[in-house]
């Protein structure tokens, strides 16, 4: 079939609910547009299916574990088949927290203090913490996942020690980090172009999966953030170099805490959400892109060897 372009969705990932969000929401912008689309559960056995299907080209719509880290753009690098979004290297740097992070602090891009904890580690933890003059409240999340699965805002010692042994044993690595106070502030880099920023106001005690997905968490979102013209340029620049430096193509979103005047880099994400309501499509509406075209773009942007 000419023009078919197949949209990889669920996975293995925790995730995977609100990767079938995304793919259902990007098929249907793609058959907007006049594509032929056919979805994939990406597990099991669907290499062999791509490879039979011959597509113009693959729509990624899976988040997380394996779909995100740079495994399924091995499988598709290999097949030689065009995908969305970014290639092996910079889809796994971004999606471990603590590679890229390293990336991002020697670009001079400003992150929470933080440390790599590891299974094997040995020593006390809250006397570590206090050496590398971290003080509570102190975050703990696993290195690779998203949809703030495993984040942990820890108020003192006691929920420090509840948590992080189960988190330790779920994830193998762990991050250890200072809380920054402040505003949740995001920012979705299309091409070599930074769109805008919005500020997220959560009413839960975090930006966690709750305030990210139920409507009924009443999460605010303010388009554009409110925050000076200066600032708002500062961030967008931000997040281009994010982009940038490690090596992303397509769209990517960049989180941010924005505290005493300054912005602290979370991470990247290379697959962003994409439903209707995700912030990226937020973002290019108020723009002026409408949904089915940055889809679209997506495709059109989409190759091997990148
Ligand atoms: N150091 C921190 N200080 C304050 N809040 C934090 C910190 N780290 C994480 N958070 C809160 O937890 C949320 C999720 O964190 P983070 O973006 O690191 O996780 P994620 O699971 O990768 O999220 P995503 O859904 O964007 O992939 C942040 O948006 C923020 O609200
Ligand atoms: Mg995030």
């Known amino acids: 079939m000419k023009n078919l372009i197949v949209v990889l969705v669920g996975g293995l990932s925790g995730e995977r609910e609100i990767s079938f969000l995304t793919g259902k929401a990007c098929s249907l912008a793609l058959k907007k547009k006049g594509y032929s689309v056919i979805s994939i559960d990406a597990k099991g056995n669907f290499g062999e299916k791509l490879k039979k299907l011959k597509p113009k080209a693959i729509f990624n719509a899976l988040h997380g574990k394996y779909g995100e880290d740079g495994f399924?753009?091995?499988?598709?690098?290999?097949?030689?088949?065009?995908?969305?979004?970014?290639?092996?290297?910079?889809?796994?740097?971004?999606?471990?927290?603590?590679?890229?992070?390293?990336?991002?602090?020697?670009?001079?891009?400003?992150?929470?203090?933080?440390?790599?904890?590891?299974?094997?580690?040995?020593?006390?933890?809250?006397?570590?913490?206090?050496?590398?003059?971290?003080?509570?409240?102190?975050?703990?999340?696993?290195?690779?996942?998203?949809?703030?699965?495993?984040?942990?805002?820890?108020?003192?010692?006691?929920?420090?020690?509840?948590?992080?042994?189960?988190?330790?044993?779920?994830?193998?690595?762990?991050?250890?980090?200072?809380?920054?106070?402040?505003?949740?502030?995001?920012?979705?880099?299309?091409?070599?172009?930074?769109?805008?920023?919005?500020?997220?106001?959560?009413?839960?005690?975090?930006?966690?999966?709750?305030?990210k997905y139920s409507s009924k968490a009443c999460t605010k979102h303010i388009m554009p953030a409110p925050i000076s013209s200066n600032k708002y340029r500062e961030v967008l620049n931000l997040a281009k170099k994010a982009h940038s430096v490690l090596g992303c193509r397509g769209i990517t979103r960049s989180d941010f805490r924005f505290f005493r005047n300054q912005f602290y880099l979370l991470e990247l994400n290379t697959q962003p959400g994409m439903t209707q309501l995700s912030l990226v499509p937020e973002i290019a509406g108020y723009c002026g892109i409408k949904f089915e075209d940055m889809v679209a773009w997506m495709i059109e942007d989409a190759s091997y060897n990148r």
Do not use: W
Request: glycine residues 6%; positive net charge.
């Open 72 to 211: 399924v753009q091995s499988l598709l690098e290999g097949f030689k088949i065009p995908y969305t979004h970014s290639g092996v290297f910079a889809s796994s740097l971004a999606m471990d927290k603590a590679m890229s992070r390293l990336i991002f602090r020697k670009n001079d891009l400003k992150t929470p203090k933080y440390f790599l904890l590891h299974k094997n580690h040995e020593g006390n933890l809250v006397k570590k913490i206090k050496k590398k003059k971290i003080k509570f409240p102190v975050v703990i999340k696993p290195v690779n996942e998203g949809s703030s699965l495993g984040v942990h805002i820890c108020k003192n010692k006691i929920k420090l020690k509840n948590k992080y042994k189960k988190l330790l044993k779920d994830y193998g690595r762990i991050l250890v980090e200072e809380y920054i106070p402040g505003r949740e502030i995001q920012v979705a880099v299309m091409g070599d172009k930074a769109l805008g920023a919005i500020e997220l106001v959560p009413k839960r005690q975090f930006y966690d999966y709750k305030a």
